[in-house]
């Protein structure tokens, strides 16, 4: 079994979200003999941004591409590569000015791939990417809860879900901390009761 963890955090040591994905791995971890845990702080290393220069290095051979274009190619490649190969992926998933990192963007911007995660077709989009568990890890300064004034303006878990439902992932969990702004006490008691959930998560499981 393959587990892909993913953070997006800009906040260190001092990030939530960390907390609560690395619970959630550890936890995994030990409930599952052999498993295979690939980590990407997407802070520390950022994916490659969708842009023209990669479009550039796309279109050049790959036998006359500068060593920086093999390298954001190469990179590109193996973020979806990464993504496919995991039964499980855990993504650490600040809120941050209503959505996701732009780290975690330009990380998901590989994902979409005509072929590989969805197709087009007469009958609509194909999602191809299903059979897949994720768990996101997930902080928030305030509330955004259904029933909160903020609610509209939560596009991160939501952004989250409908991409992946795009490709087809449906087995999605999110285990969160909100609030984590409002009080020292607050931010203290949400991210507990988070990690001690994600601690909780007990063995590997086939997506649903
Ligand atoms: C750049 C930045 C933008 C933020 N934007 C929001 C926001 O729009 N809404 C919110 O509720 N909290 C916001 N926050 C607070 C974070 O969601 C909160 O600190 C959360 O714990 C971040 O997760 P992390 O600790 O894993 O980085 C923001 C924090 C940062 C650093």
Redesign the pocket.
């Known amino acids: 079994m393959n587990l892909l963890h993913i953070d997006s955090?800009?906040?260190g040591d001092?990030?939530?979200?960390?907390q609560i994905s690395a619970a959630a791995v550890a936890a995994l971890r030990a409930a599952t003999p052999g498993l295979k845990v690939t980590y990407r702080d997407l802070d520390a290393t950022p994916a490659p941004h969708q842009s023209g220069a990669l479009m550039a290095a796309r279109a050049t051979p790959a036998e006359t591409r500068t060593a920086a274009q093999a390298r954001d190619v190469a990179d590109a490649d193996a973020i979806l590569e990464d993504f496919l190969a995991a039964d499980v992926v855990v993504i650490?998933v600040?809120?941050?000015?209503?959505g996701i990192p732009s780290q975690l963007k330009s990380w998901i911007d590989h994902l979409a791939v005509a072929g590989r995660t969805f197709s087009y077709s007469a009958a609509g989009v194909q999602g191809l990417a299903g059979g897949k568990r994720v768990i996101l890890a997930s902080?928030?300064?305030?509330f955004y809860g259904a029933d909160s004034p903020a609610a509209g303006l939560q596009h991160q878990e939501s952004y989250l879900r409908g991409f992946l439902g795009f490709i087809g992932v449906t087995d999605i969990e999110v285990i969160g901390a909100e609030g984590?702004?409002v009080s020292p006490d607050l931010k203290q008691s949400a991210t507990d009761a988070a990690v001690a959930q994600a601690g909780g998560l007990s063995a590997i499981r086939q997506a649903a």
Do not use: E, W
């Open positions: 955090s800009i906040l001092h990030s939530v979200s960390r650490g600040p809120m941050y000015n209503f902080s928030r300064g305030g984590v702004n």
